[in-house]
């Protein structure tokens, strides 16, 4: 085998690449970075069985051919390379790639391609098209709320529920949860279906999607497996079996207080009055809701106390509510909005934060019961 | 006690003093800030035994007093403050601290100001003076050689000699060594003296002197102690107890071979090359110095190899030596000069690095024996 690229096109696919690459890999193939070289193509795959991704960039292939090279290492050697092109070919006697560019020269051992599991290809006839833009609002206004430890593992993932132009995505740690919903103006949503995907591959998704001009990310789904394609790139992602709870019934029907708050203002708020309480397992602060001030505190018996307040016009009945803070700052930090709605029943009922002007997000959090 | 002071001379002098403020502090009372306020100042004080630090601040002192607040939560509380101006005020009978700054108000539990082992200013009569920018010099072109694990004490600091107007700072780790001289133009030196100062403190303080305008530094010493007074602040520091080698007896008198080399390319060359020998404990990397090439190279029998070459000049005998490529990649960093010179003698005996334009400055760096 033998190929010219760009460095620049190599190194990008590669940092891609890597992300299916596991730091413990199961199996050492697994370690390994797939590269197919053919038609004035590469075909670079990783996966670590819970992901699959597939780069295709353009090379002088001046003799076709397959090898796997070390994930790390290849991906190290190629950052630092010093020319603008780069040569791979291998020597298959010696079982070694060659890597040239400029004045430099690696030989790095090469891994058994036979060995490797290479991708096959989701096909299936449930396909739907997507804005990257509204798909990463999607992801980053809900996955934070998923559970980080393997509780069970439906709360690691997001739901995402396709109803027709309708689309929901919902995350939960069971004491949290947020909801997003789009609704597509796309004809090719008729779709009706629902699944869980891991919420790591959907946090990786957004990063790599993140670019200046939202472009169209194309969704194919099974009953097992989900498939995203866009631009030269083709990621595949197991979907977690289980039941994810009703979240329609997790939502209170309506609520008898709520107020209105500028969300930096609360936010600043927070991040100072949890200094008290962050370094207590539950990060318990009060928020104390009266007529015309909202009086946020946190008391810790070996630090001390912190208090700050907020001018509001409450809409219901005084109301002295605890939380875990961080529930509420993760939410805040995804809020693009100038204010949010609080709302709440009882000080042991869900309560809930919506950002105004936007009617398809919800986020519910559960108050916290305070030792009196 | 009660002041008002700005929030910004605050928080400068607390990052200051924070750094006298050990992760572990053998004694719960040296985890806090000592705050002395009086006659419209602030004197605050943090140390470890080993590092003193007093940073002096301007307040509005409406009742003078003394306090120790837990250092870490008044630095986290500080930092986040919502007001430009912050109002401390102590509650003698509640044993607590308040503080208000705009909507945000903290009540910390104070700590025993009699405990606190305020610090007692050097009072030594071995003064001199010198310019930041020049101590920073110092500073940086040697420390990184030091030890950072404890095998012997005097190798975890660095030897300052004073010789009439001629200043050398010099550390090693037994392997490698870096030596930096200055000559002082100012009149105030006519002073013989040495001593080892610890490389924590020093590195602490290139730090908080890196400014765009150089300023005085006035450097006290005693037997055992150092002290760096500049501006609104004085630093005291122990000094290492124990002989420093003779550094004079570790330079090769005269080198028989050398070679001119851009700085950056035999960096990057080294970055890379050292990509396949770095997973190695001792990061063996092999420089082949012939008469007009220069010939890098690593190997892991896992991994593969590596290969670059340079352009030289050789004045000399052509040679193979072998380093630890961190040994060589951690001088070049320091290096502003364009080039540097290369010189050795034999494959086992020190080689030496020069910045070219600065005959103040060497390396030298001991070769590594190479299994044959």
């Known amino acids: ?158 739901l995402l529920e396709l109803n027709n132009a309708e689309l929901t995505m919902a995350a939960t740690n069971t004491h949290r949860l947020a909801i997003k919903k789009e609704i597509m103006d796309d004809n090719n949503i008729d779709l009706s279906a629902k699944f869980i995907i891991p919420a790591k591959i959907l946090n990786d998704l957004a990063a790599l999607l993140v670019a200046d001009i939202p472009i169209d990310v194309n969704i194919s789904y099974s009953h097992n497996q989900i498939s995203f394609t866009y631009e030269n790139i083709y990621i595949v992602s197991r979907l977690i079996e289980g039941q994810f709870p009703n979240y329609n019934t997790v939502i209170p029907p309506s609520f008898s207080s709520s107020v209105l708050i500028k969300t930096k203002e609360l936010q600043g708020a927070i991040d100072r009055v949890s200094l008290i309480s962050r370094s207590n397992q539950y990060n318990i602060i009060t928020l104390a809701f009266d007529t015309d001030n909202l009086l946020l505190s946190s008391n810790n018996p070996e630090i001390g106390k912190a208090e700050e307040n907020i001018d509001i016009k409450l809409n219901g009945q005084p109301m002295n509510i605890s939380f875990n803070a961080k529930y509420i700052l993760d939410i805040l930090k995804y809020i693009d909005s100038e204010n949010i709605t609080f709302s709440f029943n009882t000080e042991v009922s869900p309560a809930a934060i919506k950002a105004v002007g936007d009617d398809m997000f919800i986020y519910v959090v559960t108050p916290v019961r305070k030792a009196v």
Chains 1, 2 share one sequence.
């Open 1 to 158: 085998m033998n190929f010219i690229c760009t460095k620049s096109d190599l190194l990008q696919a590669i940092q891609i690449n890597i992300k299916a690459i596991s730091s413990k890999p199961q199996m050492p193939i697994l370690s390994g970075i797939y590269i197919h070289a053919e038609d004035n193509t590469l075909d670079i795959e990783t996966t670590d069985y819970d992901i699959g991704i597939i780069c295709k960039i353009q090379a002088d292939v001046k003799e076709p051919g397959t090898i796997v090279l070390p994930g790390r290492y290849f991906a190290d050697v190629i950052k630092t390379l010093p020319g603008d092109n780069i040569e791979i070919s291998s020597d298959t006697e010696q079982n070694t790639i060659n890597i040239k560019s400029n004045t430099a020269k690696f030989n790095l051992l090469s891994m058994s391609a036979n060995e490797f599991p290479k991708i096959k290809k989701l096909e299936s006839e449930n396909n739907l098209s997507i804005r990257s833009n509204i798909l990463i609002d999607l992801i980053k206004k809900t996955s934070f709320a998923c559970a980080t430890e393997m509780i069970r593992p439906v709360f690691t993932g997001c």
